[in-house]
C-alpha cells in the first residue's frame, strides 16, 4: 500500500508545472479566441465600413460628374461630355452594385438603396436625358436658357435626402461597432489582469506547498545532524515525515545514519571504557578479571571465562586465568589443548563460535535465589601479531545482539594488546630479578676482566703496529690496482690493433684469393674442352685449396668476433624439418662417397617452429657433423633431434626458456681419449698431433661451435671412447623474444662487427628468363667496365667476361676509371673496386653520380672490405649492388643479369 501511495518529489515537481502549463494553455485559448474576435470586428469594420463609406461618396461622384457633364455639353455642344456622361453613369451603377452586395446582411438599409437608385434615376430620365438631348438639338432654345432651367430640383433635394438618410444610418453603424471593439478590448485587458493575477497566485500557492514539505524535513535533518555535531552529541533526536516520497526517504536514511552513529558512539565509549580499566594492571590474573567485569556488564552476559595461551610440556596449550560470576561444578575442565573442545578450535581455526539454546548442556547460572540455564554461548579468539594469546566464553540469559557482539570483536584487539603488554611486562620483571643476581656475579667478574683488560692492552699495542703494516700494503695494493688499470687499457688498444690487423688481413688475403678461385673455378668449366684430366685436375685442387683457405678465414674471423663480444645474433623463426631437410641434401652425398650410414631422426613431439638465431645453428651442427664425417672412416654417422622433456630440465634451464631442443650427434669414429676431451674445444687444438697431420683441419670448428651454443644460451657436451666413436650433444633453448632474454648474455651480444667472413648476399628481385635463354645471349654485345688496382683481379674478370661475349674495358684506378667514361659514353656497367690508390671506389663512384648522363649507370662494388657496414657505404656512396671478394661467379653473374635487364 505504501509503494502505491507514494508520490516522488519529481512528480510532484513535474505535476505543479503541468497545472502551471495547462493553466497557461487554457489562458492562452481564451485569450485568442478574444484576440480573434477583436481582429475580425477590426477586419469587418475595414473591410466593410469604410468600403461602403467610399462607395456611397464614389456614387455622389459620379453623379456630379453626370451633372458637370450634361453642362458641358449644353454649353459646348461637344460630343466628348457625352461618352464621360455615359462612362459616368456606367461608374456609378457598378459602385451601387457592389454597394448594394456589401449590405447584404443589412436589408433596411438595401431597401434605402433600392429607394436612392430609384430617385436617381428618375432624375435622369426625366431630367439629364432630356436635357442631354435638347443640347444637341438646340430647337428654340439658347444654352443659356437650358443651364438656366431648373428641371427636377425636387427630384435631385430627394434624392440628396435619401443620401444624407443613408450615409447618416451607416455611420451610426459605424460608430456602434467602434464602441463594440472597445468594450471587447477592455474587457480583454481585464482578462489579461485576472489571468496574471490567477497565475502568480497558482504558482506561488504551489511552490509554497512544495517547497513546505522538502524544507521542513530538510530542516529537521539539519537540526539532527547539528545535534550530533554539538558538543553534547545529542543522538535521541529522530525524524517524523508524513510525505510519502523522497524527503520521507531522506528522513529515513537520516534516522539510520542517527542509529548508527549512536550505536558506534555507544561502541566507541564502551571501547575507551574497557581500555581505561587495563590502566595500572601488573598481573594477569587482575587484568582478565578486570576484563570479565566490564564485558559482562556491557554484554549483558550472566558468567565468563578467560583462558591464556601457555607453553605445555605437550605443546600449545590454554589455561583458564579468569572468572566472573561462575562456580566450579564436577568434570570442569581447566586445560584445552588446540583442537579441544570449543576453546581449542577457535584458537586454532581463529574463529568465533556461537551456540543458541544451549540450556540443556551449559552449566547454569546460580545465585541467592536459585539456578538458572544460559541461552547463548559465545567463545571469541583474542588474537595479536597473527596469534591467539588467549580465549573468551560469555554466556548470557538472553540472546547477544549484533551490536553486543561488534562491541566484542572491538575490545577483543586492545584485550589482546593488553594481555601482551602484561606478559612482557611480567618477563621483564622476572628478568630485572635474573638481571640483579648476574650484577652481583659479574661484580665479581669484573676484577677478573680488569685484569684481563691489561693484558688487552698489550695486545692492543701490538695490533696498532700490524695495522701500520696493513695500511702499507693496501698504499702497495693501490699502486698495483693502478698498474693492472694500465695494463687492461694497453690490452684494450692491443685488442682494437688486433681488430684493425684482421681486418686488413681479411682484405689482403682476398684480394689474391679473388684470382685464384675465378681463374680455378673457370678452369674448371673447360667450356673450350682444351684441359686434360690431369689438368682439371690440378685446377680442382687449386679451387679447392683456396675455398679451405677461405673457410679458414672466415672461421679465424669468427673466432676473433667471439673473443671480441662483438658478434651479431638474429633471432627468428625457423623450423626443424626444414633444417632436417636441408643437412640431410647436404651431407647425403658425402655419406656416399665414404659409403658410411648417414641418418637423421627426428623424435615427435619437436615444436614445429622454434626461436632462435638459424644461421648459428646450421654453423654449430654442420661442424658436428664435419668433424663426424672426417674422423668416421667406416661405420655411421647418425644425428637426432628432440624436444627435452620436463623431468629433465634443471632450475636453471627453466629459467631460461620452457622449450629446449636436444640435438645429438653420433659417429663411429676414432673417439676421443678422456684427458683430451676438454682440450677439444680450446681453439687450434685437436686431440694430437698425428690427427692433424692425417685429417688436416685447423681445430677451431668445436671452439667456435662451443661459443656459439653459449651464445645462444645453451650449451654442448661430448661422450667418446677412443676408438668406439664419439656423441656430441648440443642443447638450445627457444627464444622467442630474442636474446634479451637470456640476462647472463645481454652484454656479449652488439650489433658492431670487428670483420665479415664471406656469405651470399641477397641481391634483390631476378627477372624471370624463359627457358633455355642463356646468360651469353643477354651479355652478348654488352659493354663492362672493370676498375680494380690490381691486375690479377682485372685479368681474372676480363677472362672470364670475354668468354660470356662482354667487352671489357679496365682501369687501374679511379682517374682513369673517370677518363674512360668521359670520353666512352656506351659503357652498360661498371664493376668497381673500393681499396684504390689516388682515389677510392667511394670518390671515384660519388664523381660518377654527380654527373648526369651517368645518374642511372649501373656500378656493382666488387671489394675485400670485410666490415659488415662496407656495403651500406658503398651503396650511398653511387653503388647499386654489393659483391665482396673473392668473387663467385654465379653471384656475380645474376647481380649483373639483374641490373643489366632494367
Given at each position: 500500500m505504501y509503494a502505491k501511495m507514494k508520490i516522488g518529489l519529481r512528480t510532484k515537481i513535474c505535476l505543479s508545472l503541468v497545472i502551471i502549463m495547462l493553466f497557461v494553455i487554457l489562458s492562452f485559448i481564451l485569450l485568442n479566441q478574444q484576440i480573434t474576435s477583436i481582429e475580425q470586428s477590426q477586419t469587418y469594420i475595414v473591410k466593410h465600413d469604410f468600403k461602403v463609406h467610399n462607395l456611397t461618396h464614389e456614387i455622389e461622384s459620379q453623379l456630379?460628374?453626370?451633372?458637370?457633364?450634361?453642362?458641358?455639353?449644353?454649353?459646348?455642344?461637344?460630343?466628348?461630355?457625352?461618352?464621360?456622361?455615359?462612362?459616368?453613369?456606367?461608374?456609378?451603377?457598378?459602385?451601387?452594385?457592389?454597394?448594394?452586395?456589401?449590405?447584404?446582411?443589412?436589408?433596411?438599409?438595401?431597401?434605402?438603396?433600392?429607394?436612392?437608385?430609384?430617385?436617381?434615376?428618375?432624375?435622369?430620365?426625366?431630367?439629364?436625358?432630356?436635357?442631354?438631348?435638347?443640347?444637341?438639338?438646340?430647337?428654340?432654345?439658347?444654352?443659356?436658357?437650358?443651364?438656366?432651367?431648373?428641371?427636377?430640383?425636387?427630384?435631385?433635394?430627394?434624392?440628396?435626402?435619401?443620401?444624407?438618410?443613408?450615409?447618416?444610418?451607416?455611420?451610426?453603424?459605424?460608430?456602434?461597432?467602434?464602441?463594440?471593439?472597445?468594450?471587447?478590448?477592455?474587457?480583454?485587458?481585464?482578462?489579461?489582469?485576472?489571468?496574471?493575477?490567477?497565475?502568480?497566485?497558482?504558482?506561488?500557492?504551489?511552490?509554497?506547498?512544495?517547497?513546505?514539505?522538502?524544507?521542513?524535513?530538510?530542516?529537521?535533518?539539519?537540526?539532527?545532524?547539528?545535534?550530533?555535531?554539538?558538543?553534547?552529541?545529542?543522538?535521541?533526536?529522530?525524524i517524523h515525515v508524513s510525505t510519502n516520497d523522497e524527503i520521507r526517504e531522506l528522513g529515513e536514511a537520516t534516522n539510520a545514519l542517527l542509529d548508527n552513529v549512536e550505536q558506534r558512539e555507544w561502541l566507541q565509549t564502551n571501547v575507551a571504557d574497557m581500555m581505561i580499566r587495563y590502566q595500572g594492571v601488573s598481573s594477569l590474573q587482575e587484568l582478565t578479571e578486570r576484563f570479565l567485569a566490564g564485558i559482562t556488564e556491557k554484554m549483558g552476559a550472566s558468567f565468563g571465562l578467560v583462558y591464556v595461551q601457555e607453553q605445555g610440556t605437550e605443546g600449545i596449550q590454554y589455561v583458564q586465568r579468569g572468572r566472573f560470576a561462575d562456580r566450579p561444578f564436577k568434570g570442569e575442565q581447566k586445560i584445552f589443548q588446540e583442537k579441544e573442545g570449543l576453546v581449542g578450535q577457535a584458537a586454532k581455526e581463529k574463529r568465533v563460535f556461537l551456540l543458541q539454546d544451549c540450556s540443556d548442556s551449559c552449566s547454569p547460572i546460580t545465585s541467592g535465589l536459585g539456578e538458572w540455564r544460559p541461552h547463548s554461548l559465545i567463545v571469541v579468539p583474542i588474537v595479536f601479531d597473527e596469534e591467539v594469546i588467549?580465549?573468551?566464553?560469555?554466556?548470557?540469559?538472553?540472546?547477544?545482539?549484533?551490536?553486543?557482539?561488534?562491541?566484542?570483536?572491538?575490545?577483543?584487539?586492545?584485550?589482546?594488546?593488553?594481555?601482551?603488554?602484561?606478559?612482557?611486562?611480567?618477563?621483564?620483571?622476572?628478568?630485572?630479578?635474573?638481571?640483579?643476581?648476574?650484577?652481583?656475579?659479574?661484580?665479581?667478574?669484573?676484577?677478573?676482566?680488569?685484569?684481563?683488560?691489561?693484558?688487552?692492552?698489550?695486545?692492543?699495542?701490538?695490533?696498532?703496529?700490524?695495522?701500520?703494516?696493513?695500511?702499507?700494503?693496501?698504499?702497495?695494493?693501490?699502486?698495483?690496482?693502478?698498474?693492472?688499470?694500465?695494463?687492461?687499457?694497453?690490452?684494450?688498444?692491443?685488442?682494437?690493433?688486433?681488430?684493425?690487423?684482421?681486418?686488413?688481413?681479411?682484405?689482403?688475403?682476398?684480394?689474391?684469393?679473388?684470382?685464384?678461385?675465378?681463374?680455378?673455378?673457370?678452369?674448371?668449366?673447360?667450356?673450350?674442352?682444351?684441359?686434360?684430366?690431369?689438368?682439371?685436375?690440378?685446377?680442382?685442387?687449386?679451387?679447392?685449396?683456396?675455398t679451405d683457405l677461405l673457410g679458414l678465414i672466415n672461421d679465424v674471423l669468427d673466432l676473433s668476433k667471439i673473443e671480441a663480444k662483438k658478434l651479431e645474433m638474429i633471432c627468428g623463426e625457423m623450423s626443424i624439418q626444414e633444417l632436417c631437410t636441408q643437412l640431410e641434401r647436404h651431407f647425403t652425398p658425402i655419406a656416399q662417397q665414404k659409403q658410411i650410414d648417414f641418418q637423421i631422426l627426428l623424435q615427435k613431439p619437436v615444436p614445429d617452429l622454434f626461436y632462435t638465431d638459424e644461421k648459428r645453428l646450421q654453423q654449430i651442427i654442420k661442424n658436428m657433423l664435419s668433424n663426424a664425417f672426417k674422423f668416421t672412416e667406416q661405420g655411421s654417422v647418425i644425428m637426432q633431434v628432440e624436444q627435452m622433456q620436463k623431468e629433465q630440465m634443471t632450475v636453471e634451464m627453466e629459467k631460461k626458456s620452457d622449450t629446449w631442443l636436444v640435438i645429438t650427434c653420433q659417429d663411429t669414429g676414432i673417439g676421443i681419449s678422456e684427458e683430451q676431451q676438454q682440450l677439444i674445444f680450446d681453439a687450434f687444438h685437436q686431440a694430437d698431433g698425428a690427427i692433424a697431420r692425417k685429417y688436416g683441419g685447423t681445430g677451431l670448428g668445436l671452439s667456435i661451435s662451443k661459443e656459439l651454443v653459449t651464445l645462444l644460451g645453451g650449451s654442448i657436451t661430448v661422450h667418446s671412447i677412443q676408438g668406439k666413436g664419439s656423441i656430441f650433444t648440443v642443447y638450445i633453448p627457444n627464444i622467442p623474444k630474442g636474446v634479451e632474454m637470456l640476462e647472463e648474455h645481454a652484454g656479449q651480444i652488439t650489433y658492431e662487427e670487428v670483420a665479415t667472413?664471406?656469405?651470399?648476399?641477397?641481391?634483390?628481385?631476378?627477372?624471370?628468363?624463359?627457358?633455355?635463354?642463356?646468360?651469353?645471349?643477354?651479355?652478348?654485345?654488352?659493354?663492362?667496365?672493370?676498375?680494380?688496382?690490381?691486375?690479377?683481379?682485372?685479368?681474372?674478370?676480363?677472362?672470364?667476361?670475354?668468354?660470356?661475349?662482354?667487352?671489357?674495358?679496365?682501369?687501374?684506378?679511379?682517374?682513369?676509371?673517370?677518363?674512360?667514361?668521359?670520353?666512352?659514353?656506351?659503357?652498360?656497367?661498371?664493376?668497381?673496386?673500393?681499396?684504390?690508390?689516388?682515389?677510392?671506389?667511394?670518390?671515384?663512384?660519388?664523381?660518377?653520380?654527380?654527373?648526369?648522363?651517368?645518374?642511372?649507370?649501373?656500378?656493382?662494388?666488387?671489394?675485400?672490405?670485410?666490415?659488415?657496414?662496407?656495403?651500406?657505404?658503398?651503396?650511398?656512396?653511387?653503388?647499386?649492388?654489393?659483391?665482396?671478394?673473392?668473387?663467385?661467379?654465379?653471384?656475380?653473374?645474376?647481380?649483373?643479369?639483374?641490373?643489366?635487364?632494367?
Open positions: 456630379i460628374e453626370m451633372e458637370n457633364n450634361v453642362r458641358g455639353s449644353i454649353i459646348s455642344g461637344d460630343q466628348i461630355y457625352i461618352s464621360s456622361y455615359q462612362q459616368a453613369e456606367r461608374k456609378w451603377k457598378s459602385a451601387y452594385m457592389e454597394l448594394y452586395s456589401l449590405l447584404a446582411d443589412n436589408p433596411r438599409q438595401q431597401k434605402t438603396l433600392n429607394e436612392v437608385q430609384t430617385a436617381i434615376t428618375h432624375w435622369t430620365k426625366t431630367v439629364e436625358i432630356p436635357r442631354l438631348q435638347q443640347s444637341q438639338n438646340q430647337q428654340g432654345q439658347s444654352g443659356h436658357e437650358l443651364l438656366d432651367m431648373k428641371p427636377g430640383y425636387i427630384d435631385l433635394q430627394t434624392l440628396r435626402e435619401k443620401m444624407n438618410t443613408f450615409r447618416n444610418t451607416e455611420e451610426e453603424l459605424t460608430k456602434a461597432r467602434t464602441n463594440n471593439l472597445q468594450e471587447k478590448n477592455q474587457t480583454l485587458k481585464l482578462g489579461l489582469s485576472g489571468l496574471l493575477f490567477f497565475s502568480c497566485f497558482l504558482s506561488i500557492t504551489l511552490a509554497i506547498l512544495l517547497s513546505n514539505s522538502i524544507v521542513r524535513t530538510v530542516q529537521h535533518v539539519i537540526c539532527a545532524i547539528r545535534g550530533i555535531t554539538s558538543d553534547k552529541g545529542r543522538f535521541n533526536q529522530r588467549a580465549v573468551v566464553e560469555l554466556a548470557s540469559l538472553q540472546v547477544f545482539t549484533d551490536l553486543q557482539k561488534q562491541l566484542l570483536k572491538e575490545t577483543t584487539h586492545s584485550f589482546g594488546s593488553a594481555i601482551h603488554s602484561v606478559q612482557r611486562r611480567m618477563d621483564v620483571q622476572h628478568m630485572l630479578v635474573q638481571s640483579q643476581k648476574m650484577t652481583e656475579e659479574l661484580q665479581t667478574q669484573s676484577e677478573e676482566l680488569q685484569i684481563q683488560s691489561e693484558e688487552l692492552q698489550a695486545v692492543n699495542n701490538q695490533l696498532e703496529e700490524r695495522t701500520k703494516e696493513a695500511e702499507e700494503k693496501a698504499r702497495d695494493l693501490q699502486q698495483t690496482k693502478k698498474e693492472l688499470e694500465l695494463q687492461t687499457k694497453q690490452l684494450q688498444a692491443s685488442s682494437q690493433y688486433k681488430s684493425e690487423f684482421l681486418a686488413n688481413m681479411s682484405h689482403e688475403l682476398r684480394t689474391p684469393l679473388n684470382s685464384i678461385l675465378i681463374l680455378s673455378e673457370m678452369l674448371l668449366e673447360n667450356k673450350n674442352e682444351t684441359l686434360s684430366e690431369e689438368e682439371q685436375e690440378f685446377a680442382h685442387i687449386i679451387y679447392s685449396a683456396g667472413s664471406q656469405n651470399t648476399e641477397q641481391i634483390g628481385d631476378v627477372p624471370i628468363v624463359p627457358r633455355g635463354y642463356q646468360e651469353s645471349m643477354l651479355f652478348q654485345g654488352k659493354k663492362v667496365l672493370i676498375v680494380d688496382d690490381d691486375h690479377r683481379n682485372r685479368f681474372a674478370l676480363q677472362s672470364a667476361l670475354g668468354k660470356q661475349g662482354i667487352t671489357v674495358i679496365s682501369a687501374e684506378d679511379g682517374v682513369a676509371c673517370l677518363d674512360i667514361l668521359e670520353k666512352n659514353t656506351t659503357i652498360d656497367l661498371v664493376l668497381m673496386d673500393i681499396m684504390m690508390p689516388h682515389i677510392d671506389g667511394f670518390e671515384t663512384m660519388k664523381h660518377i653520380r654527380q654527373s648526369r648522363k651517368h645518374i642511372h649507370l649501373p656500378i656493382i662494388a666488387l671489394t675485400a672490405k670485410a666490415m659488415n657496414h662496407d656495403k651500406q657505404k658503398c651503396l650511398q656512396a653511387g653503388a647499386n649492388d654489393y659483391v665482396s671478394k673473392p668473387v663467385n661467379l654465379q653471384q656475380l653473374f645474376s647481380v649483373m643479369r639483374v641490373w643489366l635487364t632494367k
